[in-house]
């Protein structure tokens, strides 16, 4: 009994099984016969989710391409930034270059000028130090010609005097002067009158004088007749007594003694003595060659 109950039961259950779908079926078609329009425009719906689905996509990628446009515009347009930037510092720094090298090659070109102006400055100053040089031993050699023309002029000149006066002293003492025995004994007692015996307190020189105040002979006429190197005799010159002191002329200058002669002199030493006239310590002096240590005070006039 009990395996026939189950049995019922299954065959029930495969009946509503088979009986189910086809009413369903059924269902269904007059479902269409009665919505026929409904049933045409449900496939419409059912095809626009795809369509729909396919939009999407492409919207959100125009919306991803107009975001990303901006930004791509901003990112070319901060690259053409950066290339400017850089390309212009580029620029500064060729120029900066060009005008380092331009500085160099100017203060290059002004130290070559300033050396070869110092060279041409450095070059004038020797050529001027050599001429100057040059001048100076031109003047020099000049200057020494000049006085060894003058050295052997004046020794020619005192030789050719000393010979003439050698002669004249020789034709002296071949020839003895016409005097009287009265000019011989006036000129002996002026002569003897001013001899002093106590000559460094007698004796004044120039200076003590206050000075030389009588003629002067020229330099050239002194130099060719007067002086240590023309050696003369007062014995045979003319000869005069002037306020008691003797004068004697010579080569056309009266010559006066305004000094006493030393007591320790010979008595005839203005006879037989060379003597000769200089110019020492702003005065005119007579010297005597025996004594040339002493010179005593004279007065020249014409």
Same mark, same amino acid.
């Given at each position: 009994?009990?395996?026939? *109950? ?27 016969? #009665? ?27 125009? +919306? ?20 400017? +930037? ?13 005008? +380092? ?13 300033q050396q ?14 050599n001429q ?40 002296? *003492? ?35 004088? *206050? ?40 080569d056309g ?20 003595? #060379? ?7 702003? *005065?005119?002096?007579?010297? #005597? ?14």
């Amino acid at each position: 009994m009990k395996v026939i *109950g189950i049995t019922s039961t299954a065959i029930l259950s495969l009946l509503l099984g088979i009986a189910a779908p086809v009413y369903a079926q059924q269902d269904q078609q007059g479902a269409k016969q #009665d919505h026929p329009q409904q049933q045409h425009a449900q496939p419409q719906r059912e095809q626009q989710p795809p369509q729909h689905a396919q939009q999407q996509p492409q919207h959100a990628q125009q +919306q991803q391409q107009q975001q990303h446009a901006p930004q791509q515009q901003r990112q070319n347009q901060s690259n053409q930034q950066q290339r400017a +930037q850089q390309q212009q510092n580029q620029n500064n720094q060729q120029h900066a270059q060009q005008q +380092q090298r331009q500085s160099q090659n100017n203060q290059q070109q002004h130290a070559q000028q300033q050396q070869h102006a110092q060279q041409q400055q450095h070059a004038q100053q020797q050529q001027r130090q050599n001429q100057n040089n040059q001048q100076q031993r031109a003047q020099q050699q000049q200057r020494q010609n000049q006085n060894t023309q003058q050295q052997r002029a004046q020794q020619q000149q005192r030789q050719n005097q000393n010979n003439q006066q050698q002669h004249a002293q020789q034709r002296r *003492g071949n020839q003895q002067p016409q005097r009287t025995q009265e000019q011989q004994r006036v000129q002996q007692a002026a002569w003897q009158q001013h001899r002093s015996q106590r000559w460094d307190s007698d004796h004044r020189n120039w200076q003590q004088r *206050g000075g030389y105040n009588g003629y002067r002979i020229p330099d050239d006429r002194f130099r060719g007749y007067f002086g240590q190197d023309h050696g003369f005799r007062i014995y045979g010159l003319p000869f005069l007594v002037v306020g008691g002191y003797p004068r004697f002329q010579y080569d056309g200058y009266w010559f006066s003694m305004v000094d006493p002669w030393p007591g320790y002199w010979a008595n005839d030493w203005y006879d037989t003595d #060379d003597v000769y006239v200089t110019y020492v310590d702003n *005065g005119y002096y007579l010297f #005597d060659r025996r004594y040339p240590n002493v010179g005593i005070a004279i007065s020249i006039s014409m």
